[in-house]
Nanobody, 126 residues
Framework: VQLQASGGGLAQAGGSLRLSCSAS????????MGWFRRAPGKEREFVSS????????YYTDSVKGRFTISRDIAKSTVYLQMNSLKPEDMGVYYC????????????????????WGQGTQVTVSS
């Protein structure tokens, strides 16, 4: 599956951005879609994901209550709505796809995701 992320840019602290990730090539519903990010000088980390059925969502603690993951199956697109942005949210955001068979405990692991988008830069000014 090919993933194309977009929607990054510059926002002020407290502002919002919405990232989009369009999937093509294979059946969208066969994959668990999620978002990761890499802050400057840090390793890539898990941000948010669906479960395999797409009816539950998961977030890293630092974004809970501020970020919302959603999807449009008809458009094969996953979104990440980011509100109340903080300077520490800055980084390159990647959408990723894991096989639907991935167990819940592995959803936050990079190695579980076989397909990655190219990344989109999010910059937050204080």
């Amino acid at each position: 599956v090919q993933l194309q992320a977009s929607g990054g840019g510059l926002a002020q602290a407290g502002g919002s951005l919405r990232l989009s990730c369009s999937a093509s090539g294979r059946t969208f519903s066969n994959y668990i879609m999620g978002w990761f990010r890499r802050a400057p000088g840090k390793e890539r980390e898990f941000v948010s994901s669906f479960n395999r059925n797409g009816d539950k969502t998961y977030y890293t603690d630092s974004v809970k209550g501020r970020f919302t993951i959603s999807r449009d199956i008809a458009k094969s697109t996953v979104y990440l709505q980011m509100n109340s942005l903080k300077p520490e949210d800055m980084g390159v955001y990647y959408c990723a796809a894991a096989p639907r068979s991935t167990i819940l405990s592995a959803i936050g692991n990079e190695g579980s995701h076989y397909y990655w988008g190219q990344g989109t830069q999010v910059t937050v000014s204080s």
